[in-house]
């Protein structure tokens, strides 16, 4: 069991964020072209490209922020932990985790009250006649998978998190 749900963790940290994030790029890019060949042709843009581009572009990049902490190549705020204390560099990885974790825990709770707000008021896409909910649910899910890619990252690539002591060295000599 601990290793299918390993398997499936890892499937959608390596294959699904991936292929979803192509897949809605390379549609950006058939939409955005739709609308300038419809602004050139005809004058004036289908206005529905232009929205299903943007929400193509939401849903994008909140996956693609989940997926940048799948494998510890978020960036780091290492500036701070440098001017830090020692002990705080021995725990950087743990409160990388933790502040991580938080945020994207964050992310769940007021993404989900969102699309339940969206939901309340039956709000829909201008030119689609979408539900919002659709769109909205991109952040509470994008905090899920956040989660799981930062806690995956902290189990199999933990010293890619962790501030050595000889950072201070290596940032004197580029001065």
Request: charged share 15%.
């Amino acid at each position: 069991m601990k290793k299918s749900v390993k398997k499936v963790i890892q499937w959608v940290d390596d294959k699904l964020e991936v292929f979803i994030g192509a897949v809605f790029l390379a549609l950006m890019v058939v939409f955005t072209t739709l609308q300038i060949v419809g602004r050139y042709l005809f004058s004036t843009p289908f206005p529905w490209t232009e929205e299903t581009t943007r929400y193509l572009f939401i849903w994008m990049m909140f996956i693609a922020l989940a997926a940048g902490f799948n494998k510890a190549e978020s960036s780091r705020v290492v500036l701070f932990l440098n001017l830090g204390p020692k002990w705080l560099k021995k725990f950087s990885e743990v409160l990388y985790a933790v502040i991580v974790i938080g945020f994207f825990g964050f992310m769940v709770i007021y993404g989900w009250e969102l699309v339940m707000q969206q939901k309340m008021l039956n709000e829909m896409g201008t030119a689609l006649r979408i539900p919002m909910t659709i769109i909205g649910f991109c952040v509470p899910l994008s905090g899920v998978l956040g989660i799981t890619g930062t806690i995956q990252s902290f189990l199999e690539y933990r010293g890619n998190v962790a501030i050595s002591d000889d950072t201070k060295a290596e940032g004197g000599n580029e001065a």
